[in-house]
């Protein structure tokens, strides 16, 4: 008999460690609880750390309410009929006030069924506004319509857009020859351009120093008067005295001799 009372009690402790353990629940750091009770959702939303639930009756599902990432590749059409691949990086969050309405209309897989559709979507809506060059050029402006769209769509699903960052825009083969050779083309004329200003800019020197060079020689002509021809002339001849040794010369280049001064002198 008390073997029995021993075993009833121990499968009564049983039962009330089992009813206890099943009455709590924790929620961890990052995440949300959505009470479910016999299936249905109910509104309560448990945050994070340690809550009680009836047992056997209520659960709780576990959703994250942390930054996640969601990367993609979508190829569409620019507005110039050139094919884009764009590969873009969008970061999101589940709404933490909602996650019972988030569990309750789209479950668990709401990456697949609404993220995903949801990145695509905007992208291809954006890219068709823009032509190939300008996705490149104007990139800050696309990213932030991408953004602007993409944000009211997860909205409206229960999430929220944290941020996104597009990584690439690849082209075909094609429309990237054709880039290569314009810029190529842009570079050439730059060029051209370049050395026409350099040579004008060095004729303009030469010409302004030809100038400077005929208003120097003008002012040289205008300051020679007769008394500085004279003063050059007396200055020769000042010189040639200087190198005569006293003789006279006996004869010129004409027929007239000259006579003899010193043969003169010694008679």
Known sequence: MRYMKS?????????????VFASVTTVASGNRGVLLQLG????????????????????????????QKEESSQTAASKDLQIVTTNVAVNFSVDPGVVNKLYQEIGLDYRSRIVE?????????????????????????????VKEMLGKKL????????DINIKEFAFSEEFNKAIESKQTAEQ??????????????????KIAQAGA???ALRLKKQEVTAELIQLKQIEVQ?????????R???VTGGATPFIDLNGLATK
């Open 7 to 19: 075993i009833i009690s121990v499968l009564i402790a049983i039962v009330i460690l089992v009813v």
């Open 40 to 67: 249905a959702v109910k509104p309560t939303i448990l945050t994070e750390g340690f809550h009680f639930k009836i047992p056997f009756i209520q659960t709780v599902q576990l959703i994250e309410v942390r930054v």
């Open 117 to 145: 559709p949801a990145i695509a979507e905007s992208l291809k809506a954006v890219t068709a506004q823009y032509t190939a060059e300008e996705l490149i050029s104007k990139r800050p402006e696309v990213s932030a319509k």
């Open 155 to 162: 909205t409206k699903y229960y999430m929220i857009l944290e």
């Open 188 to 205: 050439n004329a730059l060029r051209a351009q370049r050395d026409l200003e350099r040579i004008k800019i060095e004729a303009e020197q």
């Open 213 to 215: 060079e005929a208003e």
């Open 238 to 246: 000042e010189k040639a005295l200087e190198k005569w040794d006293g």
């Open 248 to 250: 006279l010369p006996s």
